[in-house]
């Protein structure tokens, strides 16, 4: 496996689908923004050998939602919409950057664009919006979770 740029750490989140996805690593830009960063490998790919489109889209999702985190200070937003555009792409043992711009994050929605890189080419494009938590969004009571899928079916 090829080494890891200098400047990046395993990323700091984890769960079992961030686990599946990754590894991810974390590094920071010089304006001190967050990056996120993937090698590609065989298993990113599809079948023509490219990074599965799926998957860079996930990743654009990850670096705009966690760098409007670190904007607003906010966890728990849900993404609204996210309107991608592919302009290349990535192959196995391709470093994969994302860096992220977040143009408005006042109220209940937040604006956010992001390219992903490989070799400081842009091969990925996305835009998004985000319904993030407000003040009164905490003090809300709120509902009571959906049974797990099996227990609805009843098994």
């Not at 001190?32 to 023509?48: A, Q, W």
């Not at 592919?86 to 956010?112: C, H, M, P």
């Not at 992903?116 to 835009?127: C, H």
């Amino acid at each position: 496996m090829t080494a890891i740029p200098d400047g990046f750490r395993p990323f700091s989140y984890s769960s079992a689908f961030l686990d599946a996805v990754g590894p991810l690593y974390e590094g920071k830009a010089a304006d001190g923004t967050l990056v996120l960063g993937l090698r590609i490998e065989e298993r990113h790919c599809n079948r023509r050998g490219f990074a599965h489109g799926g998957l860079l889209v996930t990743l654009a999702d990850l670096v705009l939602g966690y760098s409007l985190i670190g904007v607003t200070g906010r966890r728990g937003g849900v993404t609204v919409n996210l309107t991608t555009d592919f302009a290349g792409a990535a192959q196995v043992g391709q470093w994969v950057e994302a860096r992220a711009d977040v143009q408005k994050a006042t109220g209940a929605l937040a604006f956010a664009n992001c390219y992903l890189t490989v070799d400081g080419k842009r091969i990925v494009r996305a835009s998004a919006i985000f319904k993030t938590p407000t003040e009164s969004d905490a003090s809300a009571p709120r509902a009571a979770a959906a049974p797990a899928p099996s227990a609805a079916r009843g098994g």
